[in-house]
């Protein structure tokens, strides 16, 4: 047995080592936007996620802040007894790569926490059962992300759903009809039509 595990490349993981789904919904939670699609960018490219993808869709600079959020909360959750400790990175860096000499060309996720975060995501994407309550905290969070004081952001929040109902029901409306359920899941799918 000592023999096999001596043997196991370098970052890989045993099922013991393992996260639970839960664990990996609850980093979801406590990391920002970026760092969420820099995981969601993992999970769907099978464990690998290209800087450079990342950079195209969510800008220039904003690595650097996903990352730390991520090891952050790596170590919170580690230092709680809610994170194992022996997965010390869900995301690791292949360093600097062909656009550049700092820029990260890649980053790779663990196989054995791939379909653990795949899981994760559609949990923590699984559309809210009609809370509104539930709305205007995720969109007050986003405006603190943006460096708004908390109450400020519940104001901006409040103001901006009060503002925009009309036109988010119907988009809701014209989303459930043209897409199926399953597309909800992930935010960031398009749908022809």
């Excluded at 406590?30 to 450079?52: P, Q």
């Excluded at 400790?85 to 926490?113: D, Q, W």
């Excluded at 653990?116 to 923590?124: E, N």
Aim: with cysteine.
């Amino acid at each position: 047995m000592y023999a096999l595990v001596a043997r196991l490349p370098a970052g890989a993981l045993t099922a013991g080592d393992t996260p639970t789904i839960e664990a990996a919904a609850e980093l979801l939670d406590r990391v920002t936007l970026d760092a969420r699609h820099l995981i969601r960018l993992a999970v769907e490219g099978d464990g690998r996620a290209l800087g450079a993808d990342f950079r195209a869709q969510r800008g220039e600079g904003r690595l650097n802040g996903a990352t730390t959020s991520l090891t952050c909360a790596v170590k919170a959750l580690s230092k709680e007894g809610r994170w194992p400790a022996s997965v010390p990175g869900v995301l690791i860096s292949t360093k600097a790569g062909p656009e550049g000499y700092r820029k990260t060309h890649a980053f790779t996720m663990p196989s054995a926490l791939v379909p653990v975060f795949r899981a994760a995501l559609r949990r923590h994407d699984k559309p809210a059962d009609g809370n509104p309550e539930a709305a205007l905290g995720h969109l007050a969070e986003l405006y603190e992300e943006m460096g708004r004081p908390a109450h400020i952001a519940r104001e901006l929040a409040q103001d901006f759903l009060e503002r925009h109902a009309g036109d988010l029901a119907v988009w809701a409306g014209h989303r459930m009809a043209k897409s199926p359920p399953d597309s909800l899941l992930d935010p960031f799918q398009t749908t022809e039509g």
